[in-house]
């Protein structure tokens, strides 16, 4: 269907998703021997396998299929990771960083494709939904007087964990996800800043070794 002009298709339907998979792939194929302007339709429906019929079911042209997958990625990795606290009592969401770095770690190719350079808008939105949920989280923790105020804490989190995220893909994700999740929960302190319970440490194999198999 479609809503202002952009195309909103449905992430249910498994056609829909082995489609988008394969445009997926083609596009981090297609990346590493041309500039994102000299990618064309024809050239992404050609690398994919699939028709351009098939494209244009679901996408308007490949300004539309580039901002759909930003998104598309943005809602997939922040529902992996989605998971349930409780710090005052009340439910509230999380983020588990076992499912989160796993979630890299499977979708790393599409990850790093977005995340680079020529893809000017991605890491911005990705910091800002990052934003978004800590600054929510962060207005139903308890505060405590001599904390950095809430948008320090929001901005310092959210970039220091997207930061590392893509310092790992860059580095041929060296460590493990689980290793890289627990050093991560290490080095932030939710006894100084709260929000910092957000990333909650669920789902961790905690006997992982350094190295990735």
């Given amino acids: 269907m479609h809503e202002k002009g952009v195309t909103i298709i449905s992430q249910t ?8 998979e394969r ?3 083609a596009l981090s194929h297609l990346l590493k021997q041309n500039s994102l302007k000299q990618i064309s339709v024809q050239k992404l429906t050609q690398t994919a396998e699939i028709t351009r019929g098939t494209f244009y079911l679901h996408y308007q042209d490949k300004v539309d299929f580039f901002e759909q997958t930003e998104q598309q990625v943005i809602d997939e990795w922040l529902a992996a990771a989605k998971t349930t606290l409780a710090p005052n009592g009340e439910p509230v969401s999380g983020f588990a960083l076992g499912p989160a770095l796993r979630f890299a770690d499977d979708h790393h190719q599409i990850l790093a494709v977005l995340l680079h350079p020529q893809f000017t808008q991605f890491r911005p939105r990705l910091v800002q939904r990052f934003e978004r949920e800590l600054a929510q989280f962060g207005e139903q923790v308890e505060r405590l007087n001599n904390e950095p105020p809430l948008d320090v804490q929001v901005t310092f989190l959210a970039t220091a964990f997207i930061g590392l995220v893509q310092h790992w893909l860059r580095d041929d994700r060296r460590y493990r996800p689980d290793y890289l999740a627990n050093s991560f929960y290490q080095m932030i302190t939710p006894e100084t800043m709260p929000v ?18």
């Fill in 13 to 20: 339907d498994p056609r829909v998703v082995r489609t988008n």
């Fill in 23 to 25: 445009l997926r792939m």
């Fill in 196 to 213: 910092a319970a957000w990333f909650a440490p669920v789902g961790l194999d905690l006997t992982v070794g350094v190295e990735k198999a």
